[in-house]
């Protein structure tokens, strides 16, 4: 089946529904060879998937280079890359396994949201792709959540001199979006602000799980023409697993799931039995029913997991399957819900 592109807002950049979120490349919590690595790459292309997001964070500078590698054959109208500002890599005596990512890059990220850091990060970030364009950068990790006391002057900085960098290489057509990415959808409100941010890859904030971001971000995004990539679908990886595993406990935001939420995802999957959905296949629809969301991005380690995920990303659903979770109240009344057109 062909792979169904979505248009980000004013841009006009069209992403495929399903993107190919690069993390894993970076050796995250496991190593992937380099083999395995561009096989992934390739069949995401050869399945029409055209949106591959990276960033310097991943394996510090791993998973850009394995992308970059990736895609410097293929003409640059055929893919949408996207990478991210807001950390610089340092040099470090050695490689060390750190932040959960086994990568023998010997960097230590350092983060910077001046003006001349975000400068510094986008010269660095073609530099180690070794491609010509990047057609969307994020300002990563920014919020309250990830820098506590320090957000404060942090965002201080970033919106006047981050941002500021940020549109200068959108105004002269060195990049074609800028947004951040982030996993709190308060700081996206908070920076809407300052500024207009194209896009926002938000990661598991808008899923089967947590819908809070109707109440005001995404009616904002609709109405000021912000588009959202959804990252971490399977908020790390419950949706992904489900419940029903002997012996292990499965993780919800970067965390053992808490018994609420494992009670929750075990109704999820009573109601997938129901209608023979696999949960996978109801996680990376249901984001894609909203107006605002362009696309899904899990991350992707394989091949064989491209192929996976796209059977499921493509497997239709029935749309008294999503009347059923709204009447039991696991998802929200007002939460749009797909029809079997919205797949791929």
Request: some cysteine; glycine content about 8%; charged content about 25%.
């Given at each position: 089946?062909e792979?169904k592109?979505?248009k980000i807002?004013?841009t006009?950049?069209?992403v495929?529904?399903?993107g ?7 050796n995250l919590y ?7 690595a561009?096989s992934?790459?390739q069949?995401?292309?050869d399945?029409e998937?055209?949106?591959f997001?990276t960033?310097?964070y ?5 998973s850009?280079r ?8 293929i003409?640059s109208?055929?893919?949408?890359l996207s990478t991210k500002v ?6 470090c005596?050695?490689?060390e396994?750190k932040?959960g ?5 010997p960097?230590?990220p350092?983060?910077?949201?001046s ?6 990060s986008?010269e660095?970030?073609?530099q180690?792709l070794?491609?010509?364009k990047?057609?969307i950068?994020?300002?990563h990790d920014i919020?309250e959540v990830t820098h ?9 900085i970033?919106m006047e001199g981050?941002?500021?960098a940020?549109?200068?290489l959108?105004?002269?057509?060195l990049v ?5 990415g982030?996993?709190?959808y308060?700081v996206?409100e908070q920076?809407m602000?300052y500024g207009?941010f194209?896009?926002?890859l938000?990661a598991?904030r808008y899923?089967?799980?947590e ?12 109405k000021e023409?912000s588009?959202?990539?959804l ?5 790390s990886g419950i949706l ?9 406990t499965?993780?919800y935001?970067?965390e053992?799931a808490?018994d ?9 999957e009573?109601i ?8 996978t296949s109801?996680?990376?629809q249901?984001?894609?029913a909203h107006?605002?969301v362009?696309n ?7 091949a064989?997991r491209?192929r996976?995920?796209?059977e499921?990303?493509?497997?239709k659903?029935?749309?008294e399957?999503?009347?059923?979770l709204?009447s039991?109240?696991l998802?929200r009344?007002?939460a ?5 057109e919205?797949?791929?």
């Amino acid at each position: 089946m062909e792979m169904k592109k979505r248009k980000i807002a004013n841009t006009e950049l069209y992403v495929s529904e399903l993107g190919f979120g690069a993390a894993t490349l970076g050796n995250l919590y496991r190593t992937v060879s380099e083999e395995q690595a561009q096989s992934a790459i390739q069949a995401a292309l050869d399945a029409e998937i055209n949106q591959f997001d990276t960033a310097p964070y991943y394996g510090f500078g791993l998973s850009e280079r394995r992308v970059g590698d990736g895609l410097r054959e293929i003409d640059s109208k055929n893919y949408v890359l996207s990478t991210k500002v807001g950390r610089i890599l340092e040099p470090c005596a050695k490689a060390e396994d750190k932040y959960g990512f086994c990568s023998p890059m010997p960097f230590e990220p350092v983060y910077d949201y001046s003006y001349d850091g975000i400068m510094r990060s986008f010269e660095h970030s073609l530099q180690r792709l070794g491609l010509s364009k990047i057609d969307i950068i994020y300002m990563h990790d920014i919020g309250e959540v990830t820098h506590g006391d320090e957000h404060e002057r942090l965002f201080k900085i970033a919106m006047e001199g981050g941002y500021k960098a940020m549109d200068e290489l959108r105004s002269q057509g060195l990049v074609s979006a800028i947004g951040l990415g982030v996993n709190e959808y308060e700081v996206c409100e908070q920076a809407m602000d300052y500024g207009y941010f194209n896009c926002f890859l938000l990661a598991g904030r808008y899923t089967l799980l947590e819908q809070e971001a109707l109440d005001s971000f995404l009616p904002r995004c609709e109405k000021e023409n912000s588009s959202i990539v959804l990252g971490g679908p399977y908020n790390s990886g419950i949706l992904a697993t489900g419940t029903r595993k002997e012996g292990y406990t499965p993780n919800y935001n970067y965390e053992p799931a808490p018994d609420d939420i494992i009670q929750k995802v075990s109704q999820i999957e009573n109601i997938c039995d129901e209608f023979s959905v696999p949960l996978t296949s109801a996680a990376l629809q249901f984001p894609l029913a909203h107006p605002s969301v362009v696309n899904v991005i899990p991350g992707i380690s394989s091949a064989s997991r491209v192929r996976t995920t796209v059977e499921q990303i493509q497997h239709k659903i029935p749309v008294e399957f999503w009347q059923k979770l709204q009447s039991e109240d696991l998802i929200r009344a007002d939460a749009p819900i797909p029809d079997e057109e919205v797949s791929a």
